[in-house]
C-alpha cells in the first residue's frame, strides 16, 4: 500500500525504510522530465524539506521528504534516464529511500482514497 | 512538488476548440488559454518540429495593419521608422524584416516582425504588448495612417524542413518564396498573408488568416503525414536553440539593441552617417552605444554539467565570488543537444567565446561556459 503526501510524492514502507518517488498524476503534470537530482547517501531531511530536484524542459520542482529520516539509498538509474520517471513513476521510476527517524510522522500521511480525492 | 493555479478569465484562439479535442494541455499565456502541449509532450514535439513540421497556434500574438492616409506607402514607412531603427522605407513589397520598438533611453518596447504589402504594412508584435504597441502607434501615427488591429485574424505557424512540401499541397506558389518573404495570397480560398518565416529556426512559414476559416486550414494541414500539432512548451525550447530573444524575458525596456546583440537589425542608413542617421526614439543612446559599445551583452551560455539554468540564475565571475556580474533571461534544455542551454546578459568583459563562469542553482555554483549562437544551427530557406 502506498501512502501520499498533498505535494504528490508517494512513500512505500519496508520496516523502517521508506521508498519515495513522484506520482503518476505528478509525473503527467510535469511533462517529460529532463534532469533528476537526487540527495546523497547519508543526508538527513526533515518531513517537507526539499531533497530532490526533477526538471522537465521547461520547469524545475522540487520532491519533499514526505518524513523525517536518512536517505540510505538512491536511484542513479533515473539520474541517468530521467523519462524513467514518466515511465514508471511508482515503480522502477523510484527517486530515493529514507530511513524514518520517527515512525509517527507516518500518520500525517495521505491513504490512495484520500490522495485521489486531492487530485480529482 | 508544488504548483500554483489562476482562475482568471482567459481568452481564447479560434483554434481553443481544436487543441481541447487534440487532448492539448491547456496553460495560462499572455492572458489566452493556450496549449503548451498536445499528448506527445514536448520532447517528441520539438524533435518532430526539427525533422519533420510542426504546426503552431500563435493566435494569441498581435497583427495590426498600417494604411497610409495619402495611398502612399514610403508615408507609412517613414512614420514608422520614427519608432524603429529599422530601414523600412527600403523594404521591398513581398519582403518583411524583424526590428525593436525602442523607448526614449533606448530600451525595447516590443520586438516585431514588419511586411510591406505593396499598399500597407503588416506588423506582428508580441500578445502581452498587444494593446501597449496599438495604443502607442495610435497615438502618435494617426496622422500619416490608419492603425488597425487584426483582432478576427488567426496566426498559424508551419515550421520544419517538411513545411514547405505539406503547405504547397494547398498553396503551390509558396515553393518560390524564400526566407522573409511575404504575400498576399489565398489557400482553400480564404484570403490569407503567407510569410516565410518564424521562430523555431527552421525554415517554414506563419499563416495570417480570418478566425472563422483557421480551424479547416489546421485540419486540413493536420491531414499530411509530416504535421503535427506542436505546444508552446516545444515553441521555446526551438527558439531557445535557435537563439532567439523572448521578449520580456531577453529583452525589456531596459534592454537596448545592442546590448541584445542585435544591432545587426540595424542598418548603415539608420547609423550615425547613414543618409536617414537616427530619428527613432531613444536614438542617441542606441547609436552611442553602436559607436563604443555596450556595457553588458547578451551572450549563449552551456552549463558544463546535466544541471538546466533557468531565468533568473545569477552569474559569478569566479568560483566563490560574492558578487553577481549578470543574470541569465532564458534557460532551459535544448532537446536537440540533449543539453542544456541558457540566455544571460554579462559585462563586456565576459562576453568572449569560450570564457567560463559560475551560475548559482539552489544555492550551488556551477560552471558554465560562453558559447556562440545560435545554439543549433538554423535552416532558412535563403535562396530558392
Redesign the interface.
Known sequence: MLKYTK???WLRMDGDVATVG?TPY?QE?L??L??V?LPGVGAMFAAGAAAA?V??????????APVGGEIVAVNDKVVAEPGLVNAEPTGNGWLFKMKLSNPAELTTLLDEFAYKALTE | ???AESNVALRHTPLHAMHRRFGA?MVPFAGYDMP??YVP????E?LHTRSAAGLFDVSHMGQIALRPRSGRIEDAARALEAFVPADVLGLGTGRQRYTLFTNATGGVLDDLMVSNLGDHFLLVVNAARKQADEAHLRERLSESCVVEALTERALIALQGPRAEEALAELAPDVRAMRFMDVRATSVMGEPCVISRSGYTGEDGFEIGIAGSAAEVLCETLLRHAAVAPIGL??R??LRLEAGLCLYGCDLDETTTPVEAALEWTIPTVRRAGGARAGGFAGADAILQQLAHGAPRRRVGLRPEG???V?CGAELYATEGDATAIGRVTSG??G?SLNA?IAMAYVPAAHVAADTRLFAEV?GRQLPIVVCPMPFVPTRYKRSP
Open positions: 505535494d504528490h510524492e513522484i505528478a503534470k511533462g517529460d529532463v534532469y537530482e530536484t526538471e522537465s524542459v521547461k520547469a524545475a520542482s522540487e520532491v519533499y | 512538488m508544488s504548483e494541455r503548451v502541449q509532450g514536448v520532447l517528441k520539438h512548451g516545444a521555446d525550447s546535466r544541471a538546466p533557468r532551459g534544455f532537446v542544456p539552489r
